[in-house]
């Protein structure tokens, strides 16, 4: 299958600091990425949805002046957490989508954040 | 929203059982997906659905769509120590929408 890659695969950040996440699709391009947040032994919950070029849209309950979502290129989204709060610590996934069916849908390998 | 139960939440079984876990919905999903999820990694797609009825297997994996459109299961056959993990159903409302997550069924084997 095709390779989405995240960066950083782990941060650790101070109280009140912003932290940005990457998102790439390595050798696809992607339409539209999805950004998940996962807290331990818990399930997916979907944060937001990016089409290049536009505004992302946020799901109910998610702060989208805490949680800047940026979708520059068909290969690139990111994910900027500001003013990070120790709660804000989570497991963060991205999927990137290039067809018409979620099994053309890739995920990243995460990003564990951590927030001191 | 959509929600998805998943049961069972966990399961603890020795090498070479085999193992079933479902997921039902409150209402109609157009594409049930099934992944599997190592610590500290992505989801990691293993099997899609897309008709009512559809039985599909990957290996030692089967997993059937529900006729209702609102549950399906995923069977481990002869199960070995690397399908140690999390697996987790997907539900498509329409093609290449967002997808709604299970809780989850963490897997041991012990062996």
């Known amino acids: 299958g095709a390779v989405v890659s995240q960066h950083p695969s782990w941060v650790i950040c101070k109280s009140g600091t912003s932290v940005k996440i990457e998102c790439r699709s390595l050798?696809?391009?992607?339409?539209?990425m999805f950004w998940y947040r996962q807290f331990p032994k818990q399930s997916l919950m979907l944060m937001a949805t990016s089409n290049e070029g536009s505004k992302a849209t946020y799901e109910q309950g998610v702060e989208k002046d805490k949680f800047l979502i940026n979708h520059a290129s068909l290969t690139l989204s990111t994910l900027t957490v500001t003013s990070a709060h120790p709660e804000d610590s989570s497991f963060y996934i991205c999927?990137?989508?290039?067809?018409?069916?979620?099994?053309?849908?890739?995920f990243g390998q995460g990003t564990r954040l951590t927030v001191v | 929203g959509q929600q998805l139960n998943q049961s069972p939440q966990s399961m603890f079984i020795q090498e070479g059982e085999d193992v079933s876990m479902n997921c039902t919905s409150s209402?109609?999903?157009?594409?049930w997906l099934w992944y599997k999820q190592d610590p500290g990694e992505g989801p990691v797609l293993l099997i899609a659905?897309?008709?009512?009825?559809e039985l599909t297997s990957n290996g030692r994996l089967t997993a059937q769509f529900g006729i209702t459109r609102k549950d399906s299961f995923l069977n481990i056959s002869a199960s070995i120590p690397s399908d140690v993990g999390i697996y987790f159903c997907?539900?498509?409302?329409?093609?290449?929408?967002?997808?709604?997550f299970g809780e989850g069924t963490q897997l041991t084997v012990n062996p």
């Open positions: 659905l897309y008709k009512a009825g």
């Open positions: 997907a539900g498509e409302e329409t093609s290449g929408s967002r997808l709604t």
């Open positions: 050798d696809f391009q992607a339409t539209t």
């Open positions: 209402s109609i999903f157009n594409t």
């Open positions: 999927s990137a989508y290039a067809g018409t069916r979620n099994t053309e849908a890739f």
